[in-house]
């Protein structure tokens, strides 16, 4: 356990309910009821959360995979409390040494233009060529 915080893989239902607190604080994923959340956990692959000492989910992530080309990683977030002390650093370094991933040959995510820095020191880059970003929402 380094700087009083450890890694999870497995989340309880009380873990379940920090995370939809958690979410309930950012733009990107307020809104999302707790079902959705349980939901959410159950449909990724890999999931890894930090707890500190009394169990509190601090920092967490989750990844939808193939497990060979493509790794999505979602919800990259971290306590408000905790924000600075390198539980996002953590974070993405365990999923990317995560045994299951070693072999996937792309990491991808979506983030804003100012977190383009913290994600560029893990190799991830914008210059995608002529690929975008399509979406559908489903009615």
């Known amino acids: 356990m380094v700087g009083g915080m450890r890694p999870i ?6 873990h379940v309910q920090q995370l ?16 959705e959340t349980s939901r959410c956990i159950a449909g990724s692959q890999v999931c890894v959360g930090l707890v500190d000492v009394k169990d509190n989910l601090v920092a967490f992530t989750r ?3 193939d497990f060979t080309f493509k790794a999505l990683i979602f919800d990259v977030i971290v306590s408000d ?3 600075g002390s390198g539980l996002g ?3 993405i ?8 991933l070693r072999n996937v040959r792309h990491f991808e995510l979506y983030c804003l233009p100012e977190l383009y820095g913290f994600y560029k020191r893990y190799g991830f880059s914008e210059d995608l060529g002529e690929i975008r970003l399509m979406r559908c929402v489903n009615t």
């Open 93 to 100: 370094r365990l999923i990317k040494d995560h045994e299951l």
């Open 20 to 35: 939809h607190v958690l979410y309930q604080k950012e733009w990107w994923t307020k809104g999302r009821s707790l079902e």
């Open 63 to 65: 990844v939808v995979t």
């Open 81 to 83: 409390v905790e924000r």
């Open 9 to 14: 893989y497995k989340f309880t239902e009380s």
């Open 89 to 91: 650093d953590r974070v």
